[in-house]
């Protein structure tokens, strides 16, 4: 273990740990997105950007507002599971909830209810919310404007 913590620099851990993060809170992200229709686009218009710099800084408040709750959530899920992986969860999903453990569906539905809460009180809808989540799989400039987002809002202190 020694010799790949003293192969990575400094530098790289920290862009490793920074990408892990954003990766993590992407997949946060998609517990809680509905399913939606794709819908098609007549060629020569062209598609409108997916959501403004206030919706991208939202969307990543909102992310990073709920991260230490959905890990939380899952390392408790995990206890209470044992030794068996976690299955996914998706809010929208009642399957995905009533496959687990009665005390594990009561945390998962308890951070479900946090989690569109926290969506709501960053300015944005379920709607936006969800569809940004799923932009993001397609959409590599989002994506760097997202990830980008989330770094700057995590350098900069809370202080007035």
Do not use: H
């Amino acid at each position: 273990m020694n010799k790949i913590s003293n192969f990575l620099s400094r530098s790289s851990r920290k862009r490793i740990l920074c990408q892990s993060f954003f990766f993590g809170a992407i997949a946060t992200t998609s517990v809680i997105s509905n399913a939606f229709s794709v819908n098609s686009k007549a060629y020569g218009q062209t598609p409108s950007p997916i959501a403004n710099n206030t919706q991208i800084d939202s969307y990543a408040q909102a992310v990073l507002a709920m991260e230490p709750a959905r890990q939380k959530a899952f390392e408790t899920i995990k206890n209470l599971i044992g030794n068996g992986e976690v299955p996914k969860i998706v809010c929208n999903d009642s399957n995905s909830i009533n496959g687990l453990p009665r005390k594990a569906q009561d945390i998962a539905v308890n951070y479900c209810n946090n989690s569109q809460k926290i969506v709501q009180d960053n300015g944005l809808s379920i709607d936006q919310f969800n569809k940004i989540t799923i932009e993001l799989q397609n959409n590599d400039l989002l994506k760097q404007q997202v990830y980008n987002t989330l770094l700057r809002l995590q350098k900069t202190p809370d202080s007035p």
